[in-house]
């Protein structure tokens, strides 16, 4: 059974940093490439970051772009999102997603985590 | 960047109803969309992808169509389940993009 659980949400104040991580269970973590996607409170789905399988290439939104960086250690199934110079405008419920062909960086998302919330205010 | 737009934003249907969900893309996207159903406190499902590809394990009431800018999502019969907030997404091109959203309600 597939399983992605999320951690490191908290609470920081605008400038702060949080490094997330999600441990990913259940299939062949380095075949896939790995997403983090967000959704502000009440508010809709947005796409943060991906990372394809062997960690060489990564994308980001231009919101957190040159902010946040993603990895990865494929030793121990994990996801990483380290979030610097954070604004309020960054509070959201963070969700990694897998995509559902393995070796494709760009696709549908056939599992999700729970999400993880992270607050930014003063 | 391909920017991703749901009609409507809200719908009001009764258990039994045929609904009905379009999203548009700014630009072609071919058959490359997917469909999610999101229930309150919880992460998003894949119910639809590549336009009309159901997802193992979804039920046969859903359905999806189009090509090109147009998407259709229908639940042909509402069930008590299905009340949900339902989102598109494409994945033509970077960044991948989710539309705005559509919440259905009950009547």
């Known amino acids: 059974e597939v399983q992605l659980v999320e951690s490191g949400g908290g609470v920081v104040q605008p400038g702060g940093s949080l490094r997330l991580s999600c441990a990913a269970s259940g299939f062949t973590f380095d075949d896939y490439a790995m997403h983090w996607v967000r959704q502000a409170p009440g508010k809709g789905l947005e796409w943060v970051s991906l990372?394809?399988?062997?960690?060489?290439?990564?994308y980001y939104a231009d919101s957190v772009k040159g902010r946040f960086t993603i990895s990865r250690d494929n030793s121990k199934n994990s996801l990483y999102l380290q979030m610097n110079s954070l604004r309020t405008e960054d509070t959201a419920l963070y969700y990694c997603?897998?995509?559902?062909?393995?070796?494709?960086?760009?696709?549908?998302?056939?599992?999700w985590g729970q999400g993880t919330l992270v607050t930014v205010s003063s | 960047d391909i920017q991703m737009t749901q009609s409507p934003s809200s719908v009001s249907a009764s258990v039994g109803d045929r609904v009905t969900i379009t999203c548009r893309a700014s630009q072609g996207i071919s058959s490359w969309l997917a469909w999610y159903q999101q229930k309150p406190g919880k992460a998003p499902k894949l119910l639809i992808y590549a336009a009309s590809s159901l997802q193992s394990g979804v039920p046969s009431r859903f359905s999806g169509s189009g090509s090109g800018t147009d998407f259709t999502l229908t639940i042909s019969s509402l069930q008590p389940e299905d009340f949900a907030t339902y989102y598109c997404q494409q994945a033509n091109s970077f960044p991948p993009a989710f539309g705005g959203g559509t919440k259905v309600e009950i009547k």
């Open positions: 997603a897998k995509v559902g062909i393995s070796g494709w960086v760009l696709y549908y998302f056939d599992y």
């Open positions: 990372i394809s399988g062997d960690g060489g290439s990564t």
